[in-house]
């Protein structure tokens, strides 16, 4: 029961930012619609190598602001998305405190984002597959 009360949170959270497409196993998505406000509301956490939603597709030419946060823990991570051919450049640590990231995406396509983090001798936090994608859609 403990342990379902923050997924419900959460999932309510996500209701009142857009819907949930169909997924592919292992695959969380969220596709972002304008708010009252005109702009693309997206919540993302990260926890142990995941994103969740790990693909979020938004509209070109409409802001989008990202909150993105981690689960409280030992390991540092970062939030990176470069698509600099549609004006999009993010590079930032993460805490448990949620952090808001503004953009408006000018360009269709997909774009990556991962966490860039690695611990010497280790595979990095990407390589254990804490990555993600950005749709940006005409």
Do not use: W
């Not at 403990?2 to 997924?23: E, M, N, R």
């Not at 596709?31 to 790990?54: C, L, M, T, W």
């Not at 979020?56 to 989008?64: A, C, F, I, L, Y």
């Not at 993460?94 to 595979?123: D, H, M, Q, V, W």
């Amino acid at each position: 029961m403990k342990a379902s009360v923050p997924c419900l949170v959460f999932c309510l959270g996500l209701a009142g930012y857009g819907h949930a497409d169909v997924a592919q196993p292992g695959e969380t998505v969220y596709r972002a619609s304008p708010a009252a406000d005109g702009v693309q509301h997206v919540r993302i956490e990260g926890g142990a190598y995941f994103f969740k939603p790990n693909r979020v597709v938004v509209k070109s030419n409409v802001p989008v602001e990202l909150t993105v946060s981690v689960a409280r823990s030992m390991v540092p991570h970062s939030f990176v998305l470069q698509a600099p051919e549609a004006g999009i450049a993010v590079d930032e640590d993460l805490s448990s405190e949620p952090k808001k990231i503004r953009f408006t995406p000018t360009a269709a396509g997909s774009y990556p984002f991962y966490c860039r983090n690695r611990l010497l001798f280790f595979e990095s936090h990407r390589e254990k597959g804490m990555e993600g994608v950005l749709d940006v859609v005409e």
